[in-house]
């Protein structure tokens, strides 16, 4: 299976590449966190069919508040 990280914030949502294992994406994740200084959600979701986009999961969910 795949993850990808999902990066919402008031301009938007943006999705990331795909990772491999949930350490990675996770860790991708806690980046974004540190990169952004507005509020931001970052999630990481599961995809558990690579050909259709919509088929995922919510694996863990981080935010930024200020």
Known sequence: ?????????LLGTSFGPLHPTT?????????????????VRVEV??????HDKRDTRVVKTLEKLA
């Open 23 to 39: 350490e990675i994406a996770t860790d991708a994740a806690q980046t974004m966190l540190r990169v952004h200084s507005a509020p």
């Open 45 to 50: 979701h599961e995809m558990r069919n690579p």
């Open 1 to 9: 299976m795949y993850y990808r990280v999902k990066i919402q914030n």
